[in-house]
């Protein structure tokens, strides 16, 4: 019962959020501060594949390139990092914006808006904690994740949601609000 505690706790700790957030979104600024991932739709739906690393796995193949790259561990395969939700564009977690504030806040990343989009970018220090997290053991599934995704997935906000629907079509019988549950 106390482990049961345990990691519900951890999923109510936004310190992981924030970690995975910062690793993936090194991943695809770089060491250029003036990159940014465009929109928070898009960097949702990185992190869906992040966190789901069998739904990776099938994205992976859908896209031709090997699932071997997934690097899907055993454990990965019956459960998941933390929930999501079914939203009106796709995966969803209710708590991005705060993450991103939060990131904000920590000086780690900055936004700004560009019309419509909200651009987030990493600030010089969140660059370099993004960098120093990627080469820790304990980020090193993660951030080897967050490069496949740079590598394979690198498309707009409205291509990836369509691309994510298309793949996972099981995610469209959902009801709004309905949690996500892996699908093997």
Request: proline share 2%.
């Amino acid at each position: 019962m106390r482990l049961i505690k345990i990691l519900s706790n951890l999923e109510d700790d936004d310190t992981m959020h924030l970690a995975r957030l910062l690793v993936l979104l090194g991943a695809f600024v770089g060491q250029d501060e003036s990159k940014t991932v465009n929109g928070i739709t898009k960097l949702v739906k990185l992190d869906f594949l992040l966190r789901y690393p069998v739904y990776l796995e099938r994205a992976l193949h859908y896209v031709g390139a090997s699932t071997v790259n997934a690097r899907v561990l055993e454990h990965e395969r019956k459960s998941v990092e933390s929930s999501m939700i079914r939203y009106h564009y796709g995966p969803w977690d209710p708590r991005y914006r705060r993450f991103v504030n939060l990131l904000v806040g920590k000086g780690l990343a900055r936004v700004y808006f560009q019309g419509h989009t909200i651009k987030i970018a990493l600030t010089e220090k969140g660059i370099q904690k993004a960098e120093e997290m990627s080469r820790d053991e304990n980020f090193e599934d993660i951030a080897y994740r967050a490069e496949i995704l740079r590598k394979h997935f690198d498309f707009g906000a409205t291509r990836l949601k369509n691309f994510i629907y298309e793949v996972f079509p099981e995610i469209l019988s959902l009801q709004l609000g309905e949690e996500i549950k892996l699908e093997l």
